[in-house]
């Protein structure tokens, strides 16, 4: 079947693998955006050199420019060395310049238009060269079979004659021209920009015509955003910090000197963190997490090895909302983490406006949350949320990825069997610090919500693109490139491990994504079929919750949405099937025939009004070992009513 996935994060990702078509371009502008620095290098480019140490930002002034950057100061959060920057001008963009069909041409038109007018704003060239380059342009239009070349004609005679003291002059007070000879002029100064600046046998021309194009440049870095957000570019490590053939994290930002120490790594080592992190958050958006823009920059180090850094921008965010993480400060009424849970300070009486210092209610108005948790599983991502939220975070009810730092890590990524079809999971160790943290976040959304992200992972095999994005990444960085950034071999080994743990996560799931294919006797492309798949998911994961222990409240006894269940090794995983011939939905649980027997017994007493209508029957098997429900198409509606969280809640606590 072709998966269908549904939300924001759906379309997200629907979006981008329309994109990739069969085009190798077009799959690495889609899929590859970390490459994007890379394709665009020509291979005989040298290298630049980073590793200056700058001093801390300085408002908006530059400290320096380097490989297209124009420096603001040092990075000083996290403690990968490195520096704050804005885009600077590069040849490339000034190929986008000349393009008729960018953005950036259609600036260079509206400012020319703008320096034509009565009042011309600041930043324009001055006086002399726009005369200068309008008598070139008109000169050449009179002497064309242009519809304007008449126009042109008599704006020259004019001044010839003294009847204007010149073109500029003239075109400045006559603001009722015919709009097709000012889009003629306007379009013929910017070409002659082009021109007259790639000349070299008229100095003065070339003068003239690069006074323009410097007043284009400025103009469009003012106004376009890539030139005026924040980049920020880790990774570059000093020679001042390098012992032996390990390069250490400066010394103001290590926690002390073992720290420091045990930190240390080759260049080979940091550029393959760099590759690693790169591509985890390119698959991380592939699979339908919006995502920051993280990209990779090449450069070298002081003895010619290859160095790898990476270029993040913020989060775009919206008109009403900029982005933040999960660590917020509770006293702003901001979400933050608490008993791994999402909460919210509520308002105290006698709090001041903007003031929250009330006990923390749940927070279960992110939208779409919790889809997340299976994505990030299989990145084997442990640190994706930090201990305190801080590696995650949102634009207003969004999620949104960042910093995927511990993702595709051999370790766990190599994993097997350790999920569980309810999306709980074993911990990879007993270590708090070396296992996923805070994972519980997502687990105040229905099992519906969650398999969501499952249909995500389907969707994206389906496409083949996640494994296109490996090979395309061991492309770049394979036998072609220096030892140190050589990962070919190694990315493809990080491939294996990744599509061993994702087909081994979408066949523990195989039998609750069958789902999306029963007969609920509605067309199964409709709403109707999608609210059926979701009330019979949530009514197999509400059978599980009450013949489960649950608990309704975190540690600190904060009201829970959906209860959880308290000892793992006690879940009564129950099962999903629809029965061929009478289209009845099964669900059943084996066990010992005392656990059957007290399962029985609870669905009895709570089901037990319902039991028998519309052909809804509850057994038990011959042996006692197996419990089984049935329930009709007819009844999924409402014995799914009786089994919601808030209906188990308020039954068993």
């Not at 921008?313 to 982005?323: A, I, K, L, Q």
Request: with cysteine.
């Amino acid at each position: 079947m072709v998966t269908q996935v549904q939300g924001a994060s759906g379309q997200l990702q629907t979006n981008l693998l329309a994109r990739i078509g069969n085009q190798f371009q077009n799959f690495a502008a889609a899929i590859g955006q970390g490459l994007s620095r890379v394709l665009a290098r020509a291979q005989d480019d040298p290298a630049p050199q980073f590793g200056r140490r700058y001093a801390p930002v300085n408002g908006n002034a530059f400290q320096g420019s380097v490989a297209g950057y124009r420096v603001m100061g040092d990075k000083a959060k996290g403690v990968e060395p490195g520096f704050i920057a804005k885009r600077d001008w590069t040849p490339g963009d000034s190929v986008k310049l000349q393009n008729p069909q960018h953005k950036f041409h259609q600036d260079a038109l509206r400012m020319t238009e703008e320096w034509l007018g009565q009042q011309p704003p600041q930043g324009a060239p001055g006086d002399q060269a726009l005369q200068a380059m309008l008598n070139q342009v008109l000169t050449s239009l009179s002497e064309s079979d242009s519809p304007h070349a008449e126009n042109a004609r008599e704006l020259l005679q004019s001044v010839k004659d003294g009847d204007a003291p010149d073109v500029l002059a003239s075109l400045r007070a006559d603001q009722d021209r015919d709009p097709g000879f000012t889009n003629a002029l306007v379009s013929g100064l910017v070409q002659e920009a082009f021109a007259g600046s790639a000349q070299t046998a008229d100095g003065t021309r070339a003068g003239h015509a690069n006074e323009m194009m410097d007043s284009l440049r400025h103009g469009i870095m003012e106004t376009q955003p890539k030139f005026n957000k924040n980049h920020y570019i880790k990774l570059d490590y000093y020679e001042a910090d390098k012992s032996g053939d390990r390069y250490q994290i400066p010394s103001d930002k290590a926690k002390n000197a073992l720290h420091r120490w045990f930190t240390g790594a080759t260049a080979k080592d940091r550029n393959e963190g760099a590759v690693r992190e790169a591509l985890a958050n390119d698959l991380m958006r592939s699979l339908g997490i919006q995502s920051q823009k993280l990209k990779i920059v090449e450069g070298e180090y002081a003895d010619g090895t290859p160095k790898l850094m990476l270029d993040g921008t913020h989060v775009d965010g919206t008109d009403e909302h900029s982005f933040s993480d999960f660590d917020g400060k509770p006293l702003r009424g901001e979400r933050y983490l608490k008993d791994g849970v999402l909460v919210r300070n509520t308002k105290a009486q006698g709090d001041a406006n903007g003031v929250y210092s009330g006990p923390p209610t749940l927070d279960s108005s992110m939208k779409e949350l919790g889809r997340n948790k299976i994505l990030l599983l299989l990145m084997a991502d442990r640190d994706a949320l930090g201990s305190k939220g801080g590696n995650k975070g949102y634009v207003g009810d969004t999620f949104v990825g960042i910093d995927p730092g511990h993702a595709l890590e051999g370790g766990l990524l190599g994993r097997r069997g350790d999920i569980n079809s309810d999306f709980s999971f074993k911990q990879p160790s007993i270590l708090p610090g070396q296992g996923y943290k805070n994972f519980s976040m997502f687990d105040q959304s229905p099992l519906s919500e969650k398999m969501e992200g499952v249909r995500q992972i389907a969707r994206l095999k389906e496409s083949g693109a996640d494994s296109q994005l490996f090979d395309l990444y061991a492309q770049q960085f394979g036998d072609q490139r220096p030892d140190s950034a050589n990962f070919g071999q190694h990315i493809q080994g990080i491939k294996a491990q990744y599509e061993g743990r994702r087909d081994d996560i979408l066949q523990i799931f195989q039998e609750r994504l069958a789902v999306d294919d029963f007969d609920f006797g509605v067309p199964n492309t409709g709403i109707d079929h999608t609210n059926l798949r979701d009330i019979s998911l949530n009514l197999l994961d509400g059978l599980e919750k009450l013949t489960s222990p649950t608990t309704a409240k975190t540690d600190s006894g904060i009201p829970l949405r959906h209860p959880q269940i308290s000892d793992p090794s006690k879940r009564k995983e129950w099962h999903i099937r629809q029965e061929a011939g009478t289209n009845d939905l099964l669900f059943t649980c084996s066990g010992s025939k005392s656990d059957v027997a007290k399962m029985n017994k609870a669905l009895q007493s709570y089901l037990g009004p319902l039991m028998g209508q519309g052909g809804t029957a509850l057994t038990t098997s011959p042996n006692g070992k197996e419990v089984s429900l049935r329930v009709p198409v007819g009844m999924v509606p409402h014995i799914g009513a009786m089994l919601t969280s808030t209906s188990i809640l308020n039954h068993k606590h």
